[in-house]
C-alpha cells in the first residue's frame, strides 16, 4: 500500500538517522542540558534571526501547545483561535483540562484575521462586567493550518500588530512549518515569524525527525520558569539529546527547508493534474496537504492500492479526501496516484 494518509507514516529523514547512529555510541548529560542539544538550539536561533530566543526541544505538538497555552495564561485567560483549530478540535480538550477555555472565531479557509482578533478584544475591554468573564490573552493560530493554507506575511504582520495593541500573545503552531516555508506561495522566513510572535515551535514529527518539536520563545514575560513548567507536565527527557540531535542534523546545511519544497513539489504535481481531470481542492493551499471532494467510487477502486485520509461523507454521494505529501513521498508514489486516477476517469 503507498501511503497519502499523513505526513508522520515513516520514520525519519536519512540526515536524522546517520546522526544518530553517529552519537549513539557517546554519553551525554541528561534533560537537554547537553552540547547536542545547545548546538541544534544555536542554530536554529541563527536561522530565525533571533539570538536572544529560548529553545526547548519537546516530544510532540499537542504537548508543545497545551505546555504553552497553560503555563502563559492566568487562570482566568483564555486562548483564541480558528474554529478549526488544532487546539480546538483535534486535541480531546487538553487546553481545556489545563484549565483555560478556548474561544473559537468563525475562519475562512482555516485561517482568523486581525479584525477578529480586535474585536475579539475590544468586546472584553468594552464590556462592562469583564471581571465576570475570561479575558482572551492568547491567540493561536497554525501555519500551514489544518486545510494547508499559510498566513501571508502581511496577514501575520496585522495579527502581531493587533496582539501587540492590545496585549495578547501571539503563538504559531508550526507542526507542519517546513512545508509552509516550502509552499511557492510562501512569502515569509523563520525570521518573519520569530520577529512578528511571541512564541511558535518548529515541527518536527511531520517533518523530518522520529518525533520532536523545538519550542522557540522570543517574547522574554513567556521564558521565566518555562523548565520547570516543563518537568511538571513531564516534558522533559532525561534523553533530552535524541531531540536536539535531531533538529541538529535538519538545520545543518538547510536541510528542513529542502525537505519541506520538495513535498510541496510533489504536492504540486498532483495538483496540476487532478485539476486537468476536473478535480479540484477544496481549500486553495500549496502546502503538502490537499484536501478533495472525491466521488466515493473513486475513492474505493483508489483503496486497494493507496491509503488516503477520509474525512467525512457526503450526501451526495462523495467523500472528502486528504491526500498527504511529505519528505518520504517519491516521484514514483505520485506517479502511481495520478496513473490510476487518470485510469479511473
Known amino acids: 500500500m503507498i501511503r497519502f494518509n499523513n505526513d508522520y507514516?515513516?520514520?525519519?529523514?536519512?540526515?536524522?538517522?546517520?546522526?544518530?547512529?553517529?552519537?549513539?555510541?557517546?554519553?551525554?548529560?541528561?534533560?537537554?542540558?547537553?552540547?547536542?542539544?545547545?548546538?541544534?538550539?544555536?542554530?536554529?536561533?541563527?536561522?530565525?534571526?533571533?539570538?536572544?530566543?529560548?529553545?526547548?526541544?519537546?516530544?510532540?505538538?499537542?504537548?508543545a501547545n497545551a505546555l504553552m497555552v497553560t503555563t502563559a495564561l492566568r487562570p482566568w485567560q483564555s486562548a483564541v483561535c480558528a474554529d478549526s483549530g488544532h487546539i480546538n478540535a483535534h486535541?480531546?480538550?487538553?487546553?481545556?483540562?489545563?484549565?483555560?477555555?478556548?474561544?473559537?472565531?468563525?475562519?475562512?479557509?482555516?485561517?482568523?484575521?486581525?479584525a477578529?482578533?480586535?474585536?475579539?478584544?475590544?468586546?472584553?475591554?468594552?464590556?462592562?462586567?469583564?471581571?465576570?468573564?475570561?479575558?482572551?490573552?492568547?491567540?493561536?493560530?497554525?501555519?500551514?493550518?489544518?486545510?494547508?493554507?499559510?498566513?501571508s506575511r502581511l496577514e501575520l504582520s496585522d495579527l502581531s500588530r493587533v496582539c501587540r495593541e492590545h496585549g495578547l500573545y501571539l503563538f504559531l503552531d508550526g507542526a507542519r512549518l517546513a512545508y509552509g516555508l516550502g509552499a511557492s506561495d510562501c512569502d515569509f522566513t523563520l525570521a518573519d515569524i520569530a520577529a512578528l510572535t511571541d512564541v511558535f515551535y518548529i515541527g518536527g514529527t511531520k517533518c523530518g525527525t522520529l518525533f520532536g518539536e523545538a519550542l522557540v520563545i522570543t517574547n522574554d514575560?513567556?521564558?521565566?520558569?518555562?523548565?520547570?513548567?516543563?518537568?511538571?507536565?513531564g516534558a522533559?527527557?532525561?534523553?533530552?539529546?535524541?531531540?536536539?540531535?535531531?533538529?541538529?542534523?535538519?538545520?545543518?546545511?538547510?536541510?528542513?527547508?529542502?525537505?519541506?519544497?520538495?513535498?510541496?513539489?510533489?504536492?504540486?504535481r498532483i495538483r496540476a493534474e487532478f485539476a486537468a481531470l476536473g478535480i479540484t481542492p477544496c481549500a486553495p493551499g500549496n502546502t503538502n496537504q490537499i484536501f478533495y471532494y472525491l466521488d466515493s467510487r473513486l475513492a474505493d477502486a483508489l483503496s486497494d492500492r493507496f491509503v488516503l485520509e477520509i474525512m467525512e461523507k457526503t450526501a451526495d454521494g462523495k467523500v472528502m479526501a486528504r491526500i498527504c505529501t511529505s519528505w518520504y513521498t517519491s516521484d514514483e508514489d505520485v506517479d502511481a496516484l495520478i496513473a490510476a486516477v487518470r485510469n479511473y476517469s
Not at 91 to 106: D, K, M, Q, W, Y
Not at 121 to 142: C, Q
Open 221 to 233: 514575560e513567556l521564558k521565566y520558569g518555562f523548565r520547570n513548567a516543563m518537568k511538571q507536565f
Open 116 to 151: 477578529q482578533v480586535e474585536e475579539t478584544a475590544l468586546g472584553f475591554e468594552n464590556n462592562l462586567f469583564r471581571d465576570h468573564v475570561t479575558e482572551p490573552k492568547m491567540v493561536y493560530i497554525s501555519s500551514p493550518n489544518e486545510l494547508g493554507c499559510l498566513y
Open 9 to 63: 507514516s515513516a520514520g525519519a529523514h536519512p540526515a536524522v538517522m546517520e546522526k544518530l547512529l553517529k552519537i549513539n555510541s557517546g554519553r551525554y548529560p541528561g534533560y537537554g542540558e547537553d552540547p547536542l542539544s545547545y548546538e541544534a538550539a544555536d542554530l536554529i536561533r541563527k536561522a530565525c534571526a533571533a539570538p536572544d530566543a529560548d529553545v526547548h526541544f519537546l516530544t510532540g505538538g499537542t504537548q
Open 91 to 114: 486535541e480531546a480538550g487538553s487546553v481545556e483540562h489545563g484549565g483555560h477555555r478556548i474561544t473559537a472565531l468563525p475562519s475562512k479557509d482555516g485561517k482568523i484575521t486581525a
Open 236 to 268: 522533559m527527557l532525561a534523553k533530552g539529546w535524541l531531540i536536539g540531535t535531531q533538529f541538529g542534523a535538519l538545520f545543518e546545511g538547510g536541510v528542513y527547508e529542502e525537505l519541506g519544497r520538495e513535498a510541496d513539489r510533489k504536492a504540486d
